[in-house]
């Protein structure tokens, strides 16, 4: 059993930043893919970066690559999604997920293991 728990969303200024924690408890599942993954009202849930093993591998959706960054504090379990330069589409409820395989393609149906969300509001 995987289990997973958000923390950090809030509400921030376009062009602001964020940065959205998951502690994630493993117990013997091992490699695996952490992702990040949001949901606006009325739309369907979508992939926002992922990482591999600890941080051996990234992926990033192209409408977040070069704002948002994904990292792994491996001592603590925890991962986290900084998100820079926010834009008002970026408003969401953020939530991690574990895939123990096939999690690169940030498809929401490869993963197992879901958190309960956080919200993140972003104001012009």
């Known amino acids: 059993q995987v289990q997973l728990v958000e923390s950090g969303g809030g509400s921030v200024e376009a062009g602001g930043s964020l940065r959205l924690s998951c502690a994630v408890s493993?117990?013997?599942?091992?490699?695996?893919?952490v992702g990040w993954f949001r949901q606006a009202p009325g739309k369907e849930r979508e992939g926002v970066a992922t990482?591999?093993?600890?941080?051996?591998?990234?992926n990033y959706a192209s409408s977040v690559r070069g704002r948002f960054a994904i990292t792994q504090d491996k001592a603590k379990n925890i991962v986290y999604l900084q998100m820079n330069n926010l834009k008002p589409e970026d408003t969401a409820m953020y939530y991690c997920?574990?895939?123990?395989?096939?999690?690169?393609?940030?498809?929401?149906?490869?993963?197992?293991?879901w958190g309960q969300g956080t919200l993140v509001t972003v104001t012009t």
């Open positions: 997920a574990f895939a123990p395989e096939l999690g690169w393609d940030l498809s929401p149906s490869r993963y197992q293991f």
């Open positions: 493993l117990g013997t599942a091992s490699p695996n893919y």
């Open positions: 990482i591999y093993h600890s941080g051996i591998s990234t």
